[in-house]
């Protein structure tokens, strides 16, 4: 209970800051997005229900046509799925 608080309170965080920026660290895309791409790219894996957090999907999604790497880091993605299966 009290990690997933602290991993909420953080996806909130990010949420909030989002709202106010088209990327992690502002205007253009950078190695935070990228980073943060390949944790939250995880959270759509294990089928976590994000929809409270409007701008980190809004920014999931541009991140998943536009980032280089992201078909690679989604494939990686899938390879793991495997594992998480219901």
Request: hydrophobic letters at 45%; charged letters at 25%.
């Amino acid at each position: 209970p009290e990690l997933l608080k602290k991993f909420e309170s953080a996806l909130e965080f990010l949420n909030i800051f989002l709202s106010q920026s088209k990327y992690a660290a502002g205007e253009t895309m950078t190695l935070a997005d990228l980073a943060i791409l390949a944790s939250v790219s995880t959270f759509d894996v294990v089928q976590m229900d994000l929809s409270k957090y409007e701008h980190i999907l809004r920014w999931y999604n541009m991140l998943k046509d536009t980032a280089p790497g992201a078909d690679e880091n989604w494939a990686g993605c899938l390879e793991m799925k495997k594992y998480f299966k219901k």
